[in-house]
């Protein structure tokens, strides 16, 4: 009994070292990957997310495997998520894992999946911010977000890549003021900012939200340089010459 299962273990393990094989015909990545999805075991649909993580030499076969992984995910509703969410704590990137995500999880359990991610991707340096963004993009996009996902986005305006900084105030531009407006207005003061492409989209969002400038007013217009010199204060607003 113990030497048929470990045997099992091994055909899988097998098998998800052909599907997950950049060098391979996709022939034999394509058998792999149907064996894993018949098996649909957690172990077999995690076998599947790994293929997400190799970059196979033909491009247009490369994306049609990842997108074929992501159908069948899908289709396999709230199964997945399990698999999906072990995946996630150690993938490089996430964009296909989320994409499944938006398509069979309820808000509860989307939560459940990110703020994990979201202890371990805490603002500050980091030598490879793909995680971060591929999150910070989605849950901008995710349509059931709302505040729940403003609050979660908001800490990455202090972030120390500008390209975080940046996704994280377009994630956030549409979100409720009364939860952004303040933290936006903080980042684009902060002393220790050297971002005009930063400053410019959140000036943007202000502008665009006519948020009151209060005490602040003569701190921001005294930034409105360079990136931001299309901007002006006028009557405690800060406006788009």
């Not at 045997?7 to 393990?13: F, G, I, R, T, Y």
């Not at 149907?34 to 190799?54: H, M, N, P, Q, V």
């Not at 729940?148 to 975080?164: E, G, H, I, M, T």
Request: aromatic letters at 6%.
């Amino acid at each position: 009994m113990v030497f048929g299962l470990f045997s099992k273990e091994k055909s899988l393990q097998r098998t998800i070292e052909r599907a997950t094989n950049k060098l391979a015909q996709q022939a034999d990545r394509w058998g792999a990957l149907e064996k894993l999805r018949e098996d649909g075991t957690d172990d077999a649909l995690y076998g599947l997310c790994k293929r997400w993580s190799i970059t196979s030499n033909n491009q247009v076969e490369d994306q049609q495997e990842k997108a074929w992984v992501v159908d069948v995910l899908t289709s396999k509703g709230v199964v997945a998520l399990k698999p999906i969410g072990r995946y996630m704590k150690s993938a490089t990137q996430l964009s296909y894992a989320l994409a499944v995500v938006g398509a069979v999880a309820d808000k509860t359990q989307v939560l459940e999946l990110v703020d994990p991610i979201l202890a371990d991707e805490t603002p500050g340096y980091t030598r490879d911010p793909e995680r971060r963004l591929d999150l910070i993009r989605w849950l901008g996009e995710w349509k059931d977000g709302g505040a729940d996902a403003a609050q979660r986005l908001v800490p990455y305006l202090k972030d120390f890549d500008q390209n975080v900084r940046v996704a994280a105030a377009d994630a956030i531009a549409d979100a409720d003021p009364a939860l952004t407006a303040e933290p936006l207005l903080a980042a684009f003061l902060r002393p220790e900012e050297e971002s005009g492409r930063f400053r410019k989209r959140i000036a943007e969002i202000l502008a665009k939200h006519k948020h009151p400038l209060g005490e602040h007013a003569g701190a921001v217009a005294s930034l409105l340089t360079g990136p931001v010199a299309g901007f002006a204060v006028t009557g405690g607003l800060l406006i788009e010459r």
